[in-house]
T-cell receptor, first 112, second 113 residues
Framework: GENVEQHPSTLSVQEGDSAVIKCTYS??????FPWYKQELGKRPQLIID???NVGEKKDQRIAVTLNKTAKHFSLHITETQPEDSAVYFC???????????WGAGTKLIIKP | GAVVSQHPSRVICKSGTSVKIECRSL??????MFWYRQFPKQSLMLMAT?????????EQGVEKDKFLINHASLTLSTLTVTSAHPEDSSFYIC?????????FGPGTRLTVT
């Protein structure tokens, strides 16, 4: 079955710097790749997603890149701010049931 | 995005009792809802896929007789934890499928004493 690996598990960056989180997936049939942000005790919130027919997508300070050949996708956050501190999850899905296979999560810490 | 509510937000129950958690899609009709549980500092673990009007599909290792799921309408799915034990204590989160995005409820913190 599908497997999603996410790295790093913890990422600490200086405020204003960029943060990059990487994920790889195993099933080449996966075609939808969302990124979720989860604050402690709260629900996951979608911050950006990408479909397999697109290589890159950007929304203000957040961007996602997808390399289908290598089966990996990355989240890029520029000009990081304290409110970016949270746990970020990548996920992958395919086909008709839209079940998400989740990465293990990355705790992002923004140092003031 | 779509709004999904979940009730209760927190519940404490005694071992051996049952607890029902409701997940409501407030502004769209969700044919499919998902139930997850999440342990501290871990990722979301899919428990089951709930489809309106049919039986839920459970993931491997999830006891269907212990975690009863009912999806009686396009806006409501319920998860009942039967004969709860301390090891069932966890954060339970539902989501409603908006194709392809999943919209998450705020979660239910279950503590079994």
């Amino acid at each position: 079955g599908e497997n999603v690996e996410q790295h790093p598990s913890t990422l600490s960056v200086q405020e204003g710097d960029s943060a990059v989180i990487k994920c790889t997936y195993s099933d080449s049939a996966s075609n939808y790749f969302p990124w979720y942000k989860q604050e402690l005790g709260k629900r996951p919130q979608l911050i950006i997603d990408i479909r397999s027919n697109v290589g890159e997508k950007k929304d203000q300070r957040i961007a996602v890149t997808l390399n289908k050949t290598a089966k990996h996708f990355s989240l890029h956050i520029t000009e990081t701010q304290p409110e970016d501190s949270a746990v970020y999850f990548c996920a992958a899905s395919k086909g008709s049931n839209y079940q998400l296979i989740w990465g293990a999560g990355t705790k992002l810490i923004i140092k003031p | 995005g779509a709004v999904v509510s979940q009730h209760p937000s927190r519940v404490i129950c005694k071992s051996g009792t049952s607890v029902k958690i409701e997940c409501r899609s407030l502004d769209f009709q969700a044919t499919t809802m998902f139930w997850y549980r999440q342990f501290p500092k871990q990722s979301l673990m899919l428990m089951a896929t709930s489809n309106e009007g049919s039986k839920a599909t459970y993931e491997q290792g999830v006891e269907k007789d212990k975690f009863l799921i009912n999806h009686a309408s396009l806006t409501l799915s319920t998860l009942t934890v039967t004969s709860a034990h301390p090891e069932d204590s966890s954060f339970y989160i539902c989501s409603a499928l908006g194709v392809p995005e999943q919209y998450f409820g705020p979660g239910t913190r279950l503590t079994v004493t």
